[in-house]
């Protein structure tokens, strides 16, 4: 099944993501358009979602496969990074990661001021020569909700770096930032 759906999908000009089965008979089918490093970002419209649904139905029925629903949909802003080839295509983006072990030992901080024991981190994707590195800052929290922080302390916050590799990754996704506001 799996190869008889990654041949559609890629005879219909897209790739496949991933393939998952519910309970139910659910077939979810997830795409994305292909995409070449450097390219401006294209998304996955509702008519590619259409185009694929169809023509899976039909080849679906000839090999005899079995399942009650169909669901082809894109990735989504929170996308999970499932291969390294993936850190390549987001590099400059905001990514959430979970590392499989923490930092160091509990109560240390590191030298790059890193609080020791922590594994998930939120940043700016980068390549180095040697690795991939993840870079943010460490912002004050608000005391309230609504409370303003003093620009001197924003500008106070260190900028942190950690450099990783595809093995220490335990889960990285996309960082849904939505800016409801409008295009600037």
Request: aromatic content about 6%.
């Amino acid at each position: 099944m799996q190869t008889i759906i990654e041949q559609t999908v890629k005879g219909l000009g897209l790739d496949l993501v991933e393939i998952t089965r519910s309970a139910g008979g659910l077939l979810r089918v997830t795409i994305e358009l292909p995409h070449a490093v450097g390219d401006a970002e294209q998304y996955v419209q509702v008519e590619d979602c259409e185009r694929v649904t169809r023509q899976l139905q039909y080849v679906l029925e000839v090999e005899g496969v079995d399942y009650s629903r169909l669901e082809v949909s894109s990735p989504g802003i929170d996308r999970l990074l499932r291969h390294e080839m993936d850190l390549a295509r987001f590099v400059g983006e905001v990514i959430d990661i979970t590392l499989k072990m923490p930092i160091g030992q509990a109560g240390q901080v590191s030298e790059q001021g890193i609080t020791v024991s922590r594994r998930k981190f939120r940043g700016t994707l980068e390549k180095t020569a040697a690795a991939w590195q993840i870079v943010w800052r460490d912002e004050p929290k608000p005391l309230k909700p609504g409370a303003k922080v003093s620009q001197k302390k924003i500008d106070a916050a260190t900028q942190n770096a950690l450099g990783f590799e595809w093995s220490e990754i335990r889960e990285a996704r996309l960082a849904p930032i939505v800016n409801f506001k409008g295009r600037g």
